[in-house]
């Protein structure tokens, strides 16, 4: 089968418009960031013209910049671990035993992520408060982990049911517990799971403006999308060129981690959600 | 085959994997969500700086808010235009990447996947920039002869739409990518036989193609239906709810009256509120699985 040239061009232009709609203000972002405050208003949309690294070392060096990035990597690194260490034990559970409640869980899944923000961050306010976890990155750790759990639990169940059974009834036969067979058959196989669990859960945890900014009270812990907002609005006019800086140099790690992942986590969501 | 009641042995050796799970669940979920929806019936007074059981009173407050119907009335259109929106951009996007006769799909299918990983609060100052009075958007208006492009962020007849059009496009990559994950795995034997018989487009999309990925299409319009009306960092970067309270979502001034205005009886109120709203979308997506 043959498509008519013409269709076939415009088929090219219109995925190049939706294209360049997606990256242009990405392209925005970079070329502010090599700006001078002057030019950023004087040339909105064009290149650079002389590239400068001011807004780079002003962030670095003016700012408490540093301090959240290393914040962020803090909470994500430790959610991430988190996340796998709880969800992958009950994703084999609803992967290899049967238990009441077990139809529940699709429906818990979708339940949490219908929780307003405001109702679980006034709950957790008051329990944080009590265990002196307000202002505090475990706080903000213990948060995300039951935030990134729900989907985490039904990704890696959903890359359990594909290892066949027969391959840990083997090695039970030989004496090995359930758990054991977990750790040493069905972990190692289901890699590709941990990996989509793990840039789910980055994602989460990199990018979550709302309960860090109720939960942590100062500069110095802060995350970065809440020290992105602050920057932006604080001392009334915006500094376009270092807040442009700040902002790829947030993003880029995790573009790069994701853009790794991000394979597993689509086959991963699509998977469960074709079948 | 296995019983359907499960054995009281099978339970016991599922339980130890399911405790770190059920702790959390129980600790970081539900006891969070029961008491924050308690203080719904409590109200905190200034003056005495104590927090007092009022019972339904800020049940009764909300209906006779005018602030609470605006935030009500920004956050439906908020949510319905971006989700159908996004919907349908997203749905001809994926069927163009799709199609056999793109050249370079796999670059395309990359990039559009890349939005999908900026924090929205980058997402959002990256369009507060562009939609800038004197910003590129405008820049480029007034270039195509625009004598007096409008201040996207600060006119409040445009501002919601503003936020709309920075949400739309950061929901672009995930519903594209879950679209396009439908569409591949539709049998390709029978768009051609569908073809051969004379079928036209209208009629391959309605009768095959929809009908082949409509639990994705659901999914997907469940879960963006509750991220958007969830949705606080787009409109609190973007606009803060303003100017006056054009772009005022129910997000938005729950959070005001809890965390600026001191009342977080009536922002877990507002929450309740929405909640009731959500788990509706729930139980007709499941009522709509089950069918």
Known sequence: ?275 | MRSTQPSFEEERKALPFLIPALLVLCLISLYPLIQGISRMFYTYQALTQKTVFVGLQNVKLLFSDHLFLRAFTNSLVWTGVSVIMQFILSYWLATMLNSRFLRLRRMFRGITIIPWALPPVVIALMWRYIFLGNGPLNMFLHSLGVAHPPNWLTEPRLALWTCIIANIWMGIPFVTVMLLAGLQTIDKNLLDAAAIDGANYLQMQYRIIIPSVKKVILIILTLETIWTFNMFDIVFVLTKGGPGNASLTLPLYAYENAFMYYQPGYGATIGMFILLCLLTVVVLYIREVLR
């Open chain 1, 1 to 275: 089968m043959r498509m008519h040239p013409l269709k076939q061009i415009l088929l090219h232009i219109f995925v190049i418009m939706f294209m360049i709609l997606l990256i242009f203000p990405m392209v925005l972002l970079l070329f502010n960031s090599f700006k001078s405050e002057a030019e950023i208003f004087a040339a909105p949309m064009g290149v650079p013209k002389s590239i400068t690294f001011n807004n780079y070392a002003k962030v670095l060096t003016q700012s408490t910049f540093l301090i959240n990035f290393k914040n962020s990597a803090l909470v994500a690194f430790a959610t991430v671990f988190l996340s796998m260490m709880v969800s992958a034990p009950a994703g084999y559970a609803l992967s290899r035993f049967k238990f009441r409640g077990r139809t529940l869980f699709s429906v818990w899944l979708l339940a949490t992520q219908s929780f307003p923000g405001i109702i679980m961050v006034l709950g957790l306010f008051v329990m944080l408060r009590t265990y002196h976890l307000l202002n505090t990155l475990p706080g903000l750790i213990v948060m995300y982990t039951s935030f990134s759990m729900p989907f985490s639990i039904w990704l890696l169940k959903g890359y359990f049911d594909k290892i066949p059974v027969a391959l840990e009834e083997a090695a039970r036969i030989d004496g090995c517990s359930r758990a054991l067979s977990l750790v040493k058959i069905v972990l190692p196989l289901s890699v590709p799971g941990l990996l989509a669990v793990g840039t789910f859960s980055l994602l989460l945890s990199w990018n979550e403006f709302f309960f860090a900014l109720v939960i942590m009270r100062d500069n110095a812990h802060y995350t970065l999308p809440v020290f992105l907002a602050r920057f932006m609005g604080s001392g009334g006019v915006v500094q376009w060129g270092p807040l442009s800086a700040a902002a790829l140099l947030a993003c880029i790690p995790v573009l790069i981690l994701f853009i790794l992942g991000q394979k597993y986590l689509v086959s991963g969501l699509t998977g469960g959600a074709i079948k």
